[in-house]
């Protein structure tokens, strides 16, 4: 006999043996209780009980807002995929999702999880490219199989007197800046509250399972920075940023290849470089000439028939307005603060 039951994520983090739990950083406890106190989401855990033991199981937010209402597997993530044991799990999980919160879009991130992609309630929204990189062979492999394209970069950085150092808090505060910057002129989007990096600086960094590395030109002026967690035998290339009017000194190339030096440094297994756009053509070509493999992330959504609770335009004109050119940097700190925690 097959039981669904619902707890809060952390009831169940505290009674309840979660199998795979950490089988990557986004379904981690920590990534989830860094996400709860950023965002104060309302994570619960959603499974099936078949023969007194857990069989499968999801975990989901709850976003009530004046933005939109949806059940999100899960918010502020790549990727989220379910542990599902049986394929008929994910309609059981659909069912009592939908006899919750029957005026509530539900929205699943996929990478892996091929059972949620075969269940014919859900559509596909859109895509993302995803890459990841064995970095278990020697390091002269590692480079050798880069693109040339690649290469020339990293090159190209170290004889221009780029340095790349492991940072401390202080630079910190240098990563935002910049990562403010870039979000805002050429994104247009709102950039993570300084909050959300403080909060993974302590969880992450402090704890020894994160780095920031830091690139500087010859006159020790920081130019760019990535934050790489760590979670299992998985390195995360997590955030990225550079100062735009630098970009001739190659800062992402030599960043990407210390990532992958940190990571044979610590014994680790794979890089896993996130996601990307289909439209960000640049991007996905700097994960390929890594040797990185690609594969696809699938976003997928169920809307209820007579669901209508959602105000987009109202995000896209405050967006637009906060990222204007003139809008000083303070008034975008303060729209992030109070924005980020309704785009979940």
């Given at each position: 006999m097959s039981v669904v039951k619902t707890v809060l994520l952390k009831e169940a983090l505290e009674t309840l043996q979660l199998p795979e739990l950490k089988r990557n950083l986004f379904s981690s406890p920590e990534w989830l209780v860094v996400l709860q106190k950023t965002y104060d989401l309302k994570l619960f855990v959603m499974y099936v009980e078949r023969e007194g033991r857990i069989s499968s199981y999801i975990v989901y937010s709850v976003v009530k807002n004046f933005l939109e209402w949806k059940i999100c597997v899960c918010s502020?993530?790549?990727?989220?995929?379910?542990?599902?044991?049986?394929?008929?799990?994910?309609?059981?999980?659909?069912?009592?999702?939908?006899?919750?919160?029957?005026?509530?879009?539900?929205?699943?991130?996929?990478?892996?999880?091929?059972?949620?992609?075969?269940?014919?309630?859900?559509?596909?929204?859109?895509?993302?490219?995803?890459?990841?990189?064995?970095?278990?062979?020697?390091?002269?492999?590692?480079?050798?199989?880069?693109?040339?394209?690649?290469?020339s970069p990293v090159k190209q950085a170290t004889k221009a007197g780029v340095v790349v150092k492991r940072c401390g808090k202080d630079g910190l505060r240098k990563f935002y800046g910049l990562h403010l910057k870039l979000r805002k002129n050429k994104y247009r989007l709102f950039p993570q509250p300084y909050r959300f990096f403080d909060i993974i600086w302590r969880d992450y960094v402090d704890q020894g399972q994160g780095v920031l590395l830091g690139a500087f030109d010859k006159d020790g002026r920081f130019i760019g920075g990535t934050v790489f967690l760590i979670c299992g035998n998985t390195l995360y290339y997590k955030f990225n940023t550079s100062d735009r009017d630098c970009l001739k000194l190659r800062p992402n190339n030599i960043l990407m290849w210390e990532g992958i030096k940190f990571a044979k440094e610590r014994n680790l297994e794979f890089l896993d470089m996130g996601s990307s756009g289909y439209e960000q053509t640049g991007l996905v070509m700097f994960k390929d000439h890594t040797g990185a493999r690609r594969l696809d992330i699938t976003h997928l959504g169920f809307a209820p028939p007579d669901y209508k609770f959602s105000q987009k335009r109202i995000l896209k004109v405050m967006t637009r307005t906060f990222t204007l050119p003139w809008m000083p940097n303070f008034m975008l700190k303060l729209g992030s603060h109070l924005i980020y925690p309704y785009l979940a």
């Open positions: 502020y993530c790549d990727y989220f995929d379910g542990h599902i044991e049986d394929p008929r799990d994910w309609q059981l999980f659909f069912e009592e999702l939908r006899a919750q919160y029957p005026h509530y879009r539900i929205a699943v991130r996929n990478l892996r999880d091929e059972t949620v992609r075969g269940n014919q309630n859900f559509k596909v929204l859109s895509k993302e490219r995803f890459h990841i990189l064995d970095v278990r062979p020697d390091l002269d492999r590692l480079w050798k199989g880069t693109h040339d394209s690649f290469r």
